[in-house]
């Protein structure tokens, strides 16, 4: 604040710039017994200038606009025109403080160390990429280049960061560093992501709204990250944590699910099978809103049945005997034939109503039972020919 100091205090001649010293405080301190245009002019430039050193001005954090609006613009002392003077000279101050600003940014920008990289995350060199895609931030003394997808990303994740479904947004740092972004790159990143062709992320936006203050973020917007955070799982996690979260749901929906599934199951099949149920079974388990987990909550029960249903006999272990050379062998595999809705004569909604109950939903799923017995005999056509016998364990 030394510098603002400065300038406004070349707007006011006749007073002296303050120095750490003793000769300045008491110049501070007695500017308080009086009300002249000087000494509210001293106030405003020594309390600016002593900000580094006084974290706090009367419970307000420092701030040399919160300083203009307690000492002159707030204070009742003084009339309209000298409020109007100080308001006037403090305008001319900041406007010549914000341009020595933008030169020595456009100084550093120009002039400043260059990271060393010059490919995004993907390895693209940055000259083969059109510059309306890329963002340069100069953090630490560095001037460092991104692509702004590769941007995007970083921020979804760092706000959406949720572990076990619990919102716990952390800091969005620079992956080159792992230091945290400083507060006004993000808000050029922001203006840089709103001016461009992108989609402004959702979370970013309110972050934006929050004053990138995460703690408020996070208060503000726990259902909305959550939300995410299961998006994010249902399209980047592993196949073994897709795979606990399916066998959970079926050890929730017990009651709707009707065939057994082998232990030796092949899990990838298993996952890419019911990643579909997936995120409503999710949804249904960690979301906030109780008509999310309402809706997904019938819908499950009412999809599950039908699958059920329609493939009664998806997961056995089934042994099959094949002849080569006058050699028979005996091997085994899993029934992983999925039979969809869609593909029979009776086609069911996607969709059904909210107050539609269990008692109602096997009502619905009777009108299967002409199907599945001619699905049932089909299976059996297939399996004599085949020579496949059914494992006795099932």
């Known amino acids: 604040m030394s510098i603002f100091a400065e300038i406004l205090c070349k707007l006011f001649p006749t ?186 992320p959702l979370l970013f936006h309110q972050y934006f709204i929050s004053n990138f203050d995460l703690n408020i973020f996070k208060n503000e917007n726990e259902c909305i990250i959550r939300d995410k955070s299961i998006d994010n799982f249902v399209k980047t996690d592993s196949i073994d944590e897709q795979y606990e979260y399916i066998m959970k749901m079926f050890y929730t929906y017990h009651n709707f699910i009707y065939f057994t599934l082998h232990p030796f199951f092949p899990k990838k099949k298993l996952v890419n099978i019911f990643k579909k149920y997936l995120k409503p079974f999710l949804l249904r388990e960690y979301s906030l809103n109780p008509f999310i987990r309402e809706k997904y909550n019938i819908d499950l029960q009412y999809k599950l049945a039908l699958f059920s249903q329609l493939n009664p006999d998806f997961g056995k272990k089934i042994y099959k005997k094949t002849s080569r050379n006058n050699i028979n062998n005996l091997h085994y595999t899993f029934n992983e034939t999925v039979i969809e809705s869609s593909n029979l004569i009776y086609d069911y909604p996607t969709n059904i109503p909210d107050y539609l109950n269990r008692t109602e939903i096997s009502q619905l799923l009777e009108t299967t039972d002409q199907v599945i017995d001619y699905v049932s005999d089909q299976d059996t056509d297939d399996d004599s020919t085949d020579n496949s016998i059914d494992d006795a364990d099932q």
């Open 15 to 200: 007073v002296k710039f303050p120095t750490v010293n003793n000769n300045s405080i008491y110049e501070l301190n007695n500017s308080y017994s009086h009300n002249k245009l000087y000494y509210n002019a001293v106030k405003l430039i020594y309390n600016i200038y002593f900000l580094p050193f006084n974290k706090n001005y009367n419970g307000v954090n420092n701030n040399k606009f919160n300083i203009l609006n307690i000492i002159i613009l707030n204070n009742k002392n003084i009339n309209k025109f000298h409020k109007h003077f100080f308001l006037i000279q403090f305008y001319k101050a900041q406007k010549t403080y914000s341009a020595f600003r933008k030169l020595a940014i456009l100084y550093k920008f120009k002039h400043g160390q260059q990271f060393e990289i010059d490919t995004d995350l993907c390895f693209n060199n940055f000259t083969k990429l059109n510059k309306s895609i890329l963002i340069s931030i100069f953090e630490n003394n560095i001037l460092y280049k991104f692509r702004i997808s590769d941007l995007v990303n970083i921020i979804n994740k760092s706000l959406s960061n949720a572990p076990n479904f619990f919102a716990e947004p952390s800091e969005i740092r620079n992956p080159y560093t792992n230091l945290p972004i400083t507060l006004a790159n993000l808000y050029n990143i922001y203006f840089k992501l709103k001016n461009s062709n992108y989609i402004m």
